[in-house]
């Protein structure tokens, strides 16, 4: 049935197809419809007809196969145009597919219509009455075409103008706007049909609305066929709708007004309208792209993104956004001139009645600086995390209440319980701690901390039981996490595990203050008591006494039965000294064979009895090694700590000297300290020969003197050598002799300084003169024992040979053979050294040592120096020839040269030439002289011609 409200037989609304016919000004006759063939809408011009026809089934001017012709233009897309024959007359009509839902089916041959029924229309025109207008839905008033008189009007125009009477018969003044009025004349000059004019109708009286304006919308229509040659004028009250409209429009305005001031950029995207994406003004900004030469779209945005990001944008785009209808991202886009920048893009869909996306509106939002600083925080979060699980010690972090809210993997492994685990966790439920060596509790230093609001910025140590029972070491630090407002929010626990440490600690502490070979206490912890003892004389709280012990035969045993013996013997006579030693008194193993003992609140009588047995005990004490027996004796130097005492090293200097005079005086004998002592005041002399040369050699008052070594081969040409010898200047400038200085410096262990200073001043001299050195065999250069010792001597000669551009196989070593045996293994390894970097290795004083021949194939020296006591009378003594032969043909043997010392007259000279020996030295073939002296002179010549 004809339907004049736009509603199809569903009573279903139709204003979306109103509103695409109202945009088609060719529709004034035509029909939409589904593509089922179910009429949605019958335009007005087609509704008039129908009316004055009664015809009320507009499906009779229609094909009958409606069905399979709009099935037919969904397929083809195409219009299609058809006809019908209704009434004695054949109706053409057009069909034509508006979208994918809706048909426009127009009446072409519509004039025709018109012109032949207008004669039917003017013979039914009187029959038309109150009932006609009265069953149509709108505001109806008749008016005669030449003015605006009102013939006609139904009951819906006088109630719509109620309280207007006055006013409804003329409606030029019902109007009441010229402007108006004028443009309906104007308009139905030139056409039989005015539509949609709007005018305002001011209420007079009572009035019938919420307020007296009120929005008039008007349709006239000229018509002859009802009353002649009139005009229908239809009237709509729109005042409800155009408030709307309005308040649409200012919600419109300010809507974009927002949208384009806005930080926050707007795009939308449509299906439906290729030519419909937009983008909000702050998109452009944003992206930085000019408005004016950039058409927005969605194609556009996602060629700006990164490669990563646009895949995941497709990918949400294709799952997400239908089962949410939205989604948000971050992802970086292209800025022009500052490269990518990151974006929060959020997106919202709409769907199409297939659930397809049929419109995207999306927002997007700068978080570059945003995202740079939570990456920064996540990166430093991560390292964070990381460091705390690469450390070696536990970190717990807790809340105010005490609960574990993280612990790193080394906490996990010192308490037994995993992360997981603890988490949520009390901390007094994760960790008991204890007093170190002691099962007593003690307040968990985090409750403590949390409680006071104080750093526990001191260590403490204290012990934990992990969930097996293992007993852990642990340093503790508690700390206080406290906000700007002083607030305190949880705490950090840090554990160090020092188990091994401690342990560690307390045995190297052990092991500062004893010797590891004997277990008696060492030097240090010995001159530490010492101390304390001279500090209670001081304070008159009673005298003590110190024994200084020096072992007499150790070496003998050293070198007979090797170092494992001497350490075997050093352990017994510890247990022996301890076991005659009361043990609140101390003794101590000062270094080498050499003991002392402390004897506290004493007088100095009781000390010499204890040191007297001391001296008996080890006198009856004998040593047994690999068959072999051994007696033992002593040297004894004792001194007595007084309130006088000044201080530790005269102590030490006391019974140092007390016990050096009981070796010279014999051994195995007591000596005591004594002031008024002629030894002890010689003593005393080398304690200041010591502090001259430790100024000699600081101020470089130390003169090189060189002696020639002269060849007596009858083989081979003449050739020098020489041994680099020094001498020291007194203050007077007068030259000091060896022998009163060089007793001081070996005994108070500063001979390795003197090695030193003569090697650096060597080689200095032959880099400056290489033009007399080079007329030299070699340069001989001794060494002491204490240079033999040191680890740091071989790397000091390397340096100084590099430094200066030595020759170094014109430089030889002298070391004396009590040196050597005595360091026997840091001699090899020192020789081998620095043989293997060229230079040569004599052996001094050869033969006086009671093992010399022992010796002699360890060590790998080049030349053997025949001990001068043998020498120097050997043409008055057999036993000296005898003995010099025997060194001579053993070093022939094992392809060594020998030098003769003390060469002190011609008939020496032939018995050492006829015996075959290498070289000889002494005061025959010449004396010691300045170095300077010696070249400037040309000694070296006169001495190989007087050999000669």
Not at 290 to 308: A, G, T
Not at 500 to 525: C, F, G, M, P, W
Not at 657 to 664: G, I, N, P, R
Request: glycine share 4%; with cysteine; aromatic share 8%.
């Amino acid at each position: 049935m004809l339907n004049l409200f736009g509603r199809n037989k569903n009573n279903e609304s139709s204003d979306d197809a109103v509103n695409i016919i109202a945009k088609d000004s060719d529709s004034k006759y035509s029909i939409q419809m589904d593509l089922k063939g179910r009429i949605l809408f019958i335009s007005f011009g087609l509704k008039e007809y129908f009316l004055i026809h009664d015809i009320y089934d507009v499906s009779q001017i229609l094909p009958t196969d409606m069905e399979s012709l709009c099935e037919s233009l969904s397929k083809s897309r195409r219009s299609q145009v058809t006809k019908c024959e209704f009434s004695g007359k054949v109706w053409l009509w057009e069909f034509s597919v508006q979208d994918k839902n809706n048909v426009l089916v127009k009446l072409l041959n519509h004039e025709d219509f018109e012109r032949d029924n207008r004669a039917d229309s003017n013979n039914d025109a009187n029959q038309l009455n109150e009932e006609t207008f009265g069953s149509v839905p709108a505001s109806i008033c008749v008016t005669s075409h030449d003015n605006f008189h009102v013939i006609y009007a139904n009951e819906r125009f006088h109630k719509m103008f109620k309280g207007a009477k006055e006013l409804l018969n003329d409606l030029s003044l019902l109007i009441n706007n010229k402007e108006v009025l004028s443009d309906i004349n104007s308009s139905l000059q030139d056409s039989d049909e005015v539509e949609n004019v709007l005018f305002v109708y001011k209420q007079q009286g009572e009035s019938f609305w919420q307020n007296n304006d009120r929005f008039i919308s008007v349709n006239i229509q000229r018509s002859n066929q009802i009353f002649g040659d009139a005009l229908v004028w239809k009237f709509e009250d729109i005042s409800d709708f155009k408030n709307l409209q309005n308040q649409h429009q200012l919600y419109k305005k300010k809507f974009n007004t927002a949208i384009q001031a806005a930080t926050e950029g707007i795009w939308e995207w449509s299906k439906l309208d290729e030519h419909g994406d937009w983008w909000s003004k702050p998109m452009y900004s944003l992206l930085g792209l000019d408005k004016d030469n950039n058409k927005p779209s969605l194609e556009m945005m996602k060629r700006l993104m990164h490669p990563k990001e646009k895949k995941v944008f497709d990918r949400l785009l294709e799952n997400e956004i239908r089962s949410k209808q939205y989604f948000s991202m971050e992802c970086r886009l292209t800025v022009k001139e500052h490269g990518f920048r990151w974006f929060r893009l959020r997106v919202v869909g709409a769907f199409d009645i297939n659930g397809d996306v049929s419109k995207l509106i999306g927002s997007l939002v700068n978080i570059h600086s945003e995202k740079t600083n939570r990456l920064q925080l996540q990166q430093e979060k991560d390292k964070a995390v990381a460091t705390l699980n690469s450390i070696v010690d536990a970190v717990i972090t807790t809340n105010a209440d005490g609960v574990i809210e993280y612990q790193n993997s080394a906490a996990e492994r010192l308490t037994g319980i995993s992360k997981e685990q603890a988490k949520g966790m009390h901390i007094d439920k994760t960790i008991s701690f204890y007093q170190e060596h002691s099962l007593n509790d003690i307040d968990n230093p985090v409750i403590t901390c949390l409680n006071s609001g104080e750093r526990m910025s001191q260590k403490i140590y204290a012990d934990m039981l992990d969930k097996d029972g293992t007993r852990y070491t642990v340093q503790v630090m508690a700390t206080p996490l406290v906000r700007k407002d002083g607030q305190v929010f949880g705490a950090v626990l840090v554990l160090n595990d020092v188990t091994n440490i401690r342990v560690l600690s307390r045995r190297l502490k052990y092991q500062a203050s004893h010797d590891i070979l004997t277990k008696l206490i060492n030097r240090s912890e010995f001159e530490k008591r010492v101390r304390n003892a001279i500090t209670q004389a001081q304070n008159h709280d009673g005298n003590s006494a110190v024994l200084y012990i020096d072992l007499d035969r150790f070496k003998l045993i050293n070198d007979i039965c090797g170092h494992a013996a001497g350490d075997e013997l050093l352990k017994q006579v510890a247990k022996l000294l301890r076991a005659i030693v009361d043990k609140k008194n101390s003794v101590a193993r000062m270094g080498g064979d050499e003991f002392a003992v402390l004897i506290e609140n004493t007088h100095i009588s009781k000390a010499e009895k204890i040191a007297n047995k001391i001296l008996s005990e080890l006198a009856a004490y004998r040593f047994s090694w690999d068959e072999k027996t051994f007696s033992i004796e002593c040297s004894i130097g004792m001194a007595e700590i007084q309130p006088s005492c000044d201080g530790l090293t005269y102590i030490l200097n006391a019974v140092d000297s007390a016990c050096y005079l009981a070796k010279e005086s014999g051994r195995n004998c007591i000596r005591t300290y004594c002031d008024g002592d002629d030894t002890i005041i010689e003593r005393k002399g080398q304690e200041r020969w010591i502090q001259h040369f430790d100024k000699a050699i600081e101020n470089d008052d130390l003169v090189l003197y060189a002696q020639p070594i002269v060849s007596l081969s009858k083989q081979q040409p003449k050739k020098t050598s020489i041994e680099i010898l020094v001498r020291m200047l007194d203050d007077d400038g007068s030259v000091i002799p060896p022998n009163a200085f060089l007793p001081a410096v070996e005994r108070y262990d500063r001979a390795y300084k003197l090695d030193r200073w003569i090697i650096g001043q060597v080689f200095k001299y032959i880099s400056t003169h290489k033009k007399h050195v080079k007329k030299l065999t070699k340069i001989s250069i001794n060494l002491s024992g204490q240079s033999v010792a040191e680890d740091e001597l071989l790397p000091f000669i390397q340096q100084k040979t590099r430094e200066y551009n030595i020759d170094s196989s014109q430089i030889c070593f002298e070391v004396t053979e009590t040196a050597a045996i005595a360091n026997l293994t840091t001699a090899i390894d020192l020789i081998e050294q620095l043989k293997q970097d060229g230079f040569l290795f004599a052996l001094d004083d050869f033969g006086s040592g009671l093992s010399s021949f022992a010796y002699l194939k360890t060590l790998p020296v080049d030349y053997l120096k025949i001990d001068g006591i043998f020498v120097k009378d050997m043409q008055t003594d057999k036993v000296n020839y005898a003995m010099v032969k025997a060194i001579h043909e053993m070093s022939a043997v094992l392809d060594k040269q020998t030098i003769a010392e003390y060469v002190e007259n011609e008939a020496v000279v032939e018995l050492l030439t006829e015996i075959g020996v290498d070289y000889g030295q002494g005061f025959h073939l010449g004396k010691p002289e300045p170095l300077e002296t010696f070249f400037n002179k040309g000694s070296m010549f006169n001495f190989a011609n007087s050999a000669a």
